[in-house]
Nanobody, 120 residues
Framework: QVALVESGGGLAQPGGSLRLSCAAS????????MGWARQAPGKRLEWVST????????KYLDSVKGRYTISRDNAKKMVYLQMNSLNSEDTGLYYC?????????????WGQGTQVTVSS
């Protein structure tokens, strides 16, 4: 069965960086786009970034463009989210998802999430 396991969250200071990882299993990883979404406290789930199956294209939420970089390693079945210049609005539970969509509701499989907290 499909499994997605995120890691790498934690506490970061404003201006700091974190790198999230997502380990995938149970499907032909190299054939599917992958995405990241986040949910801030009291807010709706928000799409953050998507990467195509071959890793050659990606999309980003406007507020993270230039600060976040999504990447993948198809041999390892991993997808990553490098987050730089973090600010308090980046705080939230970050989820990895299988698919190529920009609308969270269209993804079919999700991980359990990893918490990112940006605070001084």
């Amino acid at each position: 069965q499909v499994a997605l396991v995120e890691s790498g969250g934690g506490l970061a200071q404003p201006g700091g960086s974190l790198r999230l990882s997502c380990a995938a299993s149970g499907f032909d990883f190299s054939r599917y786009g992958m995405g990241w979404a986040r949910q801030a406290p009291g807010k709706r789930l928000e799409w953050v970034s998507t990467i195509y199956a071959d890793g050659r294209g990606a999309k980003y939420l406007d507020s993270v463009k230039g600060r976040y970089t999504i990447s993948r390693d198809n041999a390892k079945k991993m997808v990553y989210l490098q987050m730089n210049s973090l600010n308090s609005e980046d705080t939230g539970l970050y989820y990895c998802a299988k698919g190529i969509y920009t609308i969270p509701g269209e993804y079919d499989y999700w991980g359990q999430g990893t918490q990112v907290t940006v605070s001084s």
